[in-house]
């Protein structure tokens, strides 16, 4: 059975840094595009950042960028997000997701970690 496994989340204060991790088992994690969605208290989950398999690009919604950077080890099966200059309203429950994707984020999901929680303080 397919596992991702996020880490990293917790509390900082605004304008602080964290560093997301998220391995995968039991995954062949080369051939998958990967990426990070979240989803803040009483809205719907939406996309953050993707990488291609490759590692060679990377694509992310307008509201993180300059401030987030998804990378990638194939080696280690592991896909990271690191995330400063944090905001309040980056506030959520953050996700890690296996798939492809398709023009520029991750439409394609096939199998998805459980989450974990970042709140940022203001």
Known sequence: QVQLVE???GLVQAGGSLRLS?????????IFDMGWFRQAP???REFVAAIRSSGDTTYS??????RFTISRD??????????NSLKPEDTAVYYC???????TELSDVY????GTL?????
């Open 74 to 83: 194939n080696a280690k099966n592991t896909v990271y997000l690191q995330m």
């Open 7 to 9: 880490s990293g989340g």
């Open 111 to 114: 199998y998805w970690g459980k």
């Open 97 to 103: 997701a296996a798939g492809r994707i398709r023009a």
């Open 42 to 44: 009483g809205k719907e």
């Open 22 to 30: 998220c391995a995968a088992s039991r995954l062949t994690f080369s």
């Open 118 to 122: 970042v709140t940022v303080s203001s």
């Open 61 to 66: 919604t307008d509201s993180v960028k300059g």
